[in-house]
């Protein structure tokens, strides 16, 4: 990639999040002044309002703290899959050795007695 498109595309993506800073605090500035009424599974008092600008913060951090946990389990099951295979590679491995070695443990075998046949049939004058 080119110097030039890189710039381009950091300078892209500076301008993007700022734009999102910039909505952000807008949506939150301009409702500093509208209260809601909130039911929260008998957590807060339908009765009694709350600015809606907590609400939106309490509902950003929760979801940004559903999403971290989310991402934590999704990465330890792609790290439980990878460590399953890993153990069966390894099972596998081992176990083409342990026919590599019985093979070569009967081809040893087998060239010790036809070795023994040979001289059995033609000793040494």
């Known amino acids: ?9 950091v300078y892209l ?3 993007l999040s700022a734009l999102v800073v ?9 409702n500093r002044n509208h209260e809601v009424a909130v039911w929260f599974f008998w957590l807060t008092d339908p009765d009694e309002t709350v600015n809606v600008v907590w609400v939106m913060l309490c509902t950003a ?15 330890l099951l792609r790290e439980v899959r990878e460590v399953r295979r890993l153990q069966l590679a390894k099972a596998s491995d081992e176990r083409q050795k342990a026919r590599a070695a019985e093979l070569d443990e009967r ?6 007695k036809l070795e ?7 000793p040494a004058d």
């Not at 990639?1 to 381009?8: I, N, V």
């Not at 081809?107 to 010790?112: A, F, G, K, N, Q």
């Open 1 to 9: 990639m080119s110097l030039a498109f890189k710039r381009f595309k």
């Open 13 to 15: 993506r500076t301008l």
């Open 22 to 30: 910039v909505v952000v605090g807008l949506v939150l500035f301009k």
């Open 61 to 75: 951090l929760a979801t940004l703290a559903i999403w971290c946990v989310v991402s934590r389990g999704v990465t």
């Open 107 to 112: 081809e040893r075998r087998l060239d010790e």
């Open 116 to 122: 023994r046949a040979i001289t059995d049939e033609h």
